[in-house]
């Protein structure tokens, strides 16, 4: 009787839908009595935080984000799951690129468009090599967790500010229009109408919330961060003026402070938005950071 496949966690980091599925469907499929089931993200940022929380046996990475480009983007994976084998994506054959990427840690590099038997062999080459155990669990590295919010999983204060001033330096450099928007939260359960945060329990919980809607309502190219307990960001890269920002915003604010379930009751959400621009309000980060929280009021904690 025929065995069953051995089967594989792939994360595949792809922002082409279209490659990612055909991708995908090609992997599903049996190679030498092995397949690999395929759990697709298009952001770094995605990839991170499902390398933290989920079984993942190898990754297909495309170097090519809306979060990051080029060679950081593989050097940002290895550093936070380094014992988990990395395969490089790519659409052009570079054999200089593809040295370098191995230099960095990458097990392969492949170009897209391979045949299936090509990939499926590539991906098993670099589990073996990399001598992955399967039913082991993959922990967040150290460089992981001192740059991202560990309730969320989004980029904290840290990362943040290292984004924020490559951003700040871009716009300068290339006379891109850049926004920062903060979000301060404010949240009370049901009878309390004081308007004071209520424990750690009621800041848990709508932070968690927060940072789904947020997800679901963020531009791939812009960088969302929890910056501190009260507060996310967001790095609005090539904005409009403040003007049609803000049009945007009521909706955005709108959604974010519609009432949070929680174990039977709801809890009430006030959002408090602060906007600034580069060059109009400031040049450089920390000033750019203080006309925003200045703009939506002091920055907690």
């Known amino acids: 009787m025929d065995s069953e496949p051995r089967s594989h966690a792939v994360l595949l980091?792809?922002?082409?839908?279209?490659?990612?599925?055909?991708?995908?469907?090609?992997?599903?499929?049996?190679?030498d009595g092995h397949r690999f089931d395929v759990k697709h993200v298009q952001t770094v940022d995605a990839a991170l935080a499902l390398l933290w929380s989920s079984k993942i046996d190898v990754v297909l990475l495309d170097l090519a984000l809306p979060d990051s480009f080029g060679m950081g983007t593989l050097e940002m994976i290895v550093s936070a799951a380094p014992t988990i084998p990395v395969v490089v994506l790519t659409g052009l054959a570079d054999d200089e690129a593809a040295v370098q990427a191995?230099?960095?840690?990458?097990?392969?590099?492949?170009?897209?468009?391979a045949v299936n038997s090509a990939m499926t062999r590539a991906l098993r080459q670099a589990l073996a090599r990399h001598n992955v155990?399967?039913?082991?669990?993959?922990e967040p590295t150290t460089a992981f967790r001192t740059t991202h919010d560990p309730l969320t999983g989004l980029p904290n204060r840290f990362l943040f500010m290292d984004r924020l001033n490559n951003a700040v330096a871009r716009a300068?450099?290339?006379?891109?229009?850049?926004?920062l928007l903060t979000l301060r939260l404010w949240a009370a359960s049901d009878g309390d109408t004081s308007g004071e945060r209520s424990g750690e329990w009621t800041r848990e919980a709508v932070a968690a919330e927060?940072?789904?809607?947020?997800?679901?309502?963020?531009?791939?190219?812009?960088?969302?961060?929890r910056i501190n307990p009260d507060m996310f960001a967001l790095i609005l890269e090539r904005a409009e003026d403040k003007e049609a920002v803000r049009e945007h915003l009521g909706g955005l604010v709108k959604a974010l402070e519609a009432p949070v379930p929680w174990s039977g009751s709801r809890i009430s959400v006030r959002i408090q938005p602060g906007l600034a621009f580069c060059p109009q309000d400031a040049g450089d980060t920390e000033s750019l950071l203080q006309v925003a929280v200045a703009d939506g009021g002091e920055l907690s904690g």
């Open 13 to 31: 980091v792809e922002d082409n839908p279209d490659d990612a599925t055909l991708l995908a469907i090609n992997l599903s499929k049996e190679v």
């Open 102 to 113: 191995c230099a960095l840690g990458a097990q392969d590099y492949i170009v897209k468009g």
């Open 133 to 138: 155990e399967r039913g082991g669990e993959s």
């Open 172 to 179: 300068r450099r290339y006379r891109d229009p850049l926004g």
């Open 210 to 225: 927060m940072a789904r809607r947020l997800r679901a309502r963020t531009r791939r190219s812009d960088t969302l961060a």
